[in-house]
């Protein structure tokens, strides 16, 4: 089992950025499609990236360009680079682990198994 912890959530101008960190512990993030999910109040979750076991990222279409995610084998952690931020970025960030390794397993829509507990982001 893996457990994941988010940090680097907090408040921004729009046009700013932020990176989000998420430490992994108890295994290897390499084992898994690592993803970030985010979810705003009175909307479904939704997607933002993940990336499988060789670094091959997948975005959704509204960051795309804008957000980049990366694995840190060495710290066991992955990363979301956000810039050109937007007030629509406003969510809570949740990183995400599922059981699968390549990159057709790490889409946005499927069920990830391990949760952290999310970071705030706020865009004014």
């Known amino acids: 089992h893996v457990q994941l912890v988010e940090s680097g959530g907090g408040s921004v101008q729009a046009g700013g950025s932020l990176r989000l960190s998420c430490a992994a512990s108890?295994?290897?993030?390499?084992?898994?499609?690592m993803g970030w999910f985010r979810q705003a109040p009175g909307k479904e979750r939704e997607g933002v990236a993940a990336?499988?076991?060789?670094?091959?990222?997948n975005y959704h279409g509204s960051v795309k360009g804008r957000f980049t995610i990366s694995l840190d084998n060495a710290t066991n952690s992955l990363s979301l680079q956000m810039n050109s931020l937007e007030p629509e970025d406003t969510a809570l960030y949740y990183c995400?682990?599922?059981?699968?390794?390549?990159?057709?397993?790490?889409?946005?829509?499927?069920?990830?198994?391990?949760w952290g507990r999310g970071t705030q982001v706020t865009v004014s």
């Open positions: 108890g295994d290897t993030v390499s084992s898994y499609c």
């Open positions: 990336i499988d076991s060789e670094g091959k990222p």
């Open positions: 995400a682990a599922r059981r699968a390794r390549n990159w057709w397993q790490c889409d946005l829509d499927s069920d990830y198994d391990y």
